[in-house]
């Protein structure tokens, strides 16, 4: 991670879970402690929630859900003077509205969610409610609102999530592909704009956040690299040619997307209670 980010000066990246950059912390000697603090402070590397782990909303009570936080919280603090402004949570069967309240507590200005019904995503993409403020329903003024973003698909997978045809969204895996070439380049990236505008088409503005990651990825260095040089080819074809395709892109974080959409804030509406059930 340290150095594929240092190495590509442009590309971004987010961590969640601190029990695994603790592990990442402890086998790691005095200089890349010290690249993985500049990465931080430079915003490309970004560490998202930051609690322990990412718990479950359903079944656990109110102490763990606390105890999660306050431990990677502190150890952040401890180790690399980080507090953590954006929530990630793409891995809950269910969202309760204790977990908003709770990151709004700890100093989170905006969280993403996943896992919810699909009647709930049906609704939000209807009326392109996608980000929202997510309240209380003892709190009447709005003051412990957390801005909320519903991934528009059912799972985080690469494949769900540049647009809705799964087939198409794979071809944007790049884990085992070699270089695109310039002749593949026009066709890709049309591709590849014309599912991001289908996902543009559920928000009333047109800023789209597309994650590239799952479970138990980015682990080898041959991945970094051949994620990296399609995505980095593919942006610059597209920033190139902003005329034909109408779009540009770039690698960004949460920080990037949330900040981006800052202009739109008249268009979030408030929503209050659970996302329960799942299915």
């Known amino acids: 991670m340290v150095e594929s980010l240092t190495k590509y000066s442009d590309m971004t990246f987010m961590i969640s879970e601190v029990t695994w950059l603790e592990k990442f912390w402890k086998a790691s000697d005095v200089g890349v402690r010290n690249q993985l603090r500049a990465l931080l402070e430079s915003k490309r590397l ?92 003892w709190d009447q003024a709005g003051k412990y609102d957390l801005l909320t973003h519903n991934m528009p698909f059912d799972i985080y997978t690469i494949d769900m999530n540049c647009g809705p045809d799964r087939r198409i969204c794979r071809r944007f895996d790049f884990r085992n592909s070699g270089d695109l070439s310039a002749n593949d380049l026009p066709r890709m990236a049309g591709d590849y704009v014309a599912q991001v505008r289908r996902v543009a088409s559920l928000f009333p503005y047109n800023v789209v956040f597309v994650p590239v990651g799952e479970d138990f990825r980015f682990v080898k260095r041959s991945e970094w690299d051949n994620q990296y040089r399609n995505y980095h080819a593919l942006i610059s074809h597209i920033n190139k040619h902003k005329d034909e395709y109408q779009a540009e892109a770039r690698f960004g974080t949460l920080r990037d997307y949330f900040h981006a959409i800052q202009p739109f804030s008249d268009k979030w509406i408030s929503m209050k209670g659970d996302f329960f059930v799942y299915r």
């Open 46 to 137: 970004e560490v998202t929630t930051g609690g322990w782990i990412m718990p479950d909303e359903a079944s656990t009570t109110l102490y763990p859900l606390i105890d999660c936080l306050v431990e990677g919280h502190e150890w952040l603090r401890h180790h690399l003077n980080v507090t953590p402004e954006y929530g990630w949570s793409i891995d809950i069967f269910g969202h309760g509205m204790t977990m908003p309240y709770l990151l709004n507590q700890s100093g989170i200005h905006a969280s993403v969610i996943q896992r919810i019904h699909f009647a709930f995503k049906y609704w939000m993409a209807v009326h392109q409610y996608g980000d929202f403020w997510w309240r209380q329903t």
